[in-house]
């Protein structure tokens, strides 16, 4: 049964922002943005192209407002417009992929950090059945999901089903039966998810896993479904399932990330500021501005095609609220070229290397100066702080907690605020290093998952795909104790120098782990180093050979999300591995990094 249908925006508001009103159409688009956000996020779970689609929805509905005759309809004609927004970006996706794939090519794997159904399950704290719920959207094809988009907010009271109806352009009934069979999809995938979390208890299953590349599918959905169903091993674990309609009554809309803030509460901007922003200079200089986002561009386009409000004394100027009274201008709408104003949106940045790229950092000479001429896009100190190393703009530090004695509480207040990523404790599988078993590292477990909101598991030396390794065992405990572990964190050094077969091997061991435990991956530490004898370090012209090759290779995995090479710093006249040298001048590896993907 759905919650009681909450309110929309007064028509006298809608009203207001339609005849012309500023300060109307700012509080309007700022009520409608959670509720667009919360519809896009989870039909695209979090794909990248989010804020983009979310973007478009609101200049679609500031050029159409004009055009709205009931305002009593506003709710229904918005969400109609954002799931018309989703299902063209589907179909553009699907039509890029369709042209653009290969055998090497996979869809993208969302990251944790912007998965829906992780960001559902960090954001509103669910646990036991609510977080399996969560989980169990991931299993639905692109039509289901987009349906439960609509049908989730139903049931948590912000849509009513005319909306929802409405939307779909369904009459009731049809939409009823639509969303009945969505929900058994739901229910299945749910148990599918349940039945998971106990494969151990049931070898057939188990067996079935190792044939699953592990991204949930609606074909995998449908092959797991039917053993659980007749299987007496994961039956039982399936049994006490609540209703979904009960699980999800009541919970609130997802908060808005940081990234979306600017629309709702942008900061004081002229109007010959936005008229420059807008020009192709001002539009370069918001493009490069820190921390503008192609939403917070689309706040400029909004202003721009309201008219400028009365002049008044500063005194009077009320800070934009969701709660401000609408003031009807009286003042003409103009008429501008719309398609022309938002076409000057610039597009998505292209940046110079992928999120992906990252390297481990120790202090040197000229370390901060390298670091920035390195083009890593992240970077990390084995430590929860960056040890006074400058960091440079579009570049993120990453905390870790390194070893037992770093669980104290100034380390951890550090890596909080570093966050949202948690690296955590480094090789335990050896004694040079952290050193810990696997109860001792479980152990300390509870302090690093609150520490870190995105927490990847110990970055192990070796054996990261061998049952009963370290890592199996680590991974065993944390589903045993229903503790939460994001990523999965791997080293790797090839001890075969010659380039194709050092990529061959990495590659084959990162898709084994991710076989094993279908979660994405961080490689931390890598690099063309044999330890068997003693350190034996590759030339510098062999590690620059594979790194060129090996980070293609890795732009291919979808579920490698961060790999960061071993290191940035190269000590002069010793054998090393290092990018930058003490003089700040790149090494072969070093230039070959800085053009890396």
């Given amino acids: 049964m759905a919650s009681q249908v909450r309110s929309g925006p007064d028509t006298a508001l809608v009203a207001a922002a339609r005849n012309g009103d500023q300060r109307a159409l700012d509080t309007l688009v700022a009520d409608s943005l959670p509720l667009v956000y919360n519809i896009v996020g989870r039909a695209l779970n979090g794909h990248t192209d989010v804020d983009d689609v979310v973007q478009e929805t609101l200049i679609r509905v500031v050029r159409g407002l004009p055009g709205l005759r009931d305002l009593s309809a506003y709710r229904s004609w918005l969400v109609a417009i954002a799931v018309r927004q989703v299902r063209d970006h589907e179909q553009d996706r699907r039509s890029e992929n369709h042209r653009t794939a290969d055998l090497d090519t996979a869809t993208e794997m969302p990251d944790p950090a912007s998965d829906f159904a992780m960001v559902t399950i ?103 479904s039917r053993h659980i169903r007749e299987c007496p091993n994961c039956t039982p674990h399936t049994r006490g399932l609540i209703p979904l309609d009960r699980l999800l009554s009541g919970l609130p809309l997802i908060p808005i990330p940081v990234g979306f803030a600017l629309l709702v509460q942008p900061p004081p901007i002229e109007v010959t500021t936005v008229a420059h922003a807008l020009s192709p200079g001002g539009r370069a200089a918001v493009a490069a501005g820190a921390g503008v986002t192609t939403i917070a561009i689309a706040t400029l386009v909004i202003t721009q095609l309201m008219p400028a409000p009365p002049e008044r004394p500063p005194a009077q100027a009320a800070p934009l609220t969701t709660s401000a009274a609408p003031v009807v201008s009286k003042s003409p709408r103009p008429s501008p070229s719309l398609d022309r104003v938002a076409a000057s949106i610039p597009a998505k940045p292209v940046t110079a290397a992928s999120s992906k790229k990252g390297v481990a950092v120790w202090n040197a000479p000229n370390v901060s100066q390298s670091l920035a001429k390195s083009q890593a896009r992240w970077y990390y100190t084995w430590a929860s702080h960056t040890n006074g190393i400058t960091t440079p703009k579009d570049t993120q530090f990453i905390p870790m907690i390194r070893a037992a004695e770093n669980v104290n509480s100034e380390a951890l207040a550090q890596a909080k605020n570093a966050g949202p990523y948690l690296l955590s404790f480094n090789e335990p599988d050896l004694a040079a290093q952290a050193n810990m078993t696997v109860e001792e590292a479980l152990s300390h477990w509870p302090k690093l998952m609150k520490a870190g909101r995105i927490l990847g598991s110990p970055g192990v030396a070796f054996g990261g795909d061998t049952p009963g390794s370290w890592l199996d065992r680590f991974m065993t405990g944390a589903r045993a104790r229903n503790y939460r572990v994001d990523f999965i964190t791997l080293h790797w050094y090839g001890s075969d120098f010659r380039t194709q077969p050092a990529v061959s091997h990495l590659k084959s061991y990162l898709a084994a782990v991710y076989k094993r435990y279908g979660k994405p991956i961080w490689l931390t530490e890598y690099a063309l180093i044999d330890f068997s004898n003693g350190t034996t370090y590759a030339s510098d012209s062999q590690q620059a050979a594979f790194l060129t090759a090996s980070t293609k290779m890795l732009a291919t995995l979808p579920y490698v999300h961060r790999y960061a090479w071993f290191g940035l ?29």
């Fill in 122 to 224: 960090l954001r509103l704290g669910l646990t036991d059945q609510r977080r399996e719920v969560a989980e169990a959207t991931r299993w639905l094809d692109n039509d289901d999901r987009a349906l439960l988009a609509l049908w989730w907010l139903e049931e948590t009271g912000e849509l009513g089903r005319a909306d929802l109806a409405g939307a779909l352009n369904l009459s009731p009934r049809h939409a009823a039966v639509r969303v009945q069979r969505m929900k058994e999809q739901v229910q299945t995938a749910h148990m599918v998810v349940r039945a998971l979390q106990n494969a151990a208890t049931c070898p057939e299953l188990r067996s079935m896993t190792w044939d699953w590349d592990g991204i949930p599918t609606p074909l995998w959905r449908k092959r797991f």
């Fill in 569 to 597: 710093p190269a000590e002069t006249g010793k054998p090393n591995s290092g990018l930058f040298r003490e003089d700040g001048s790149a090494t072969e590896s070093g230039q070959a990094f800085q053009v890396a993907q």
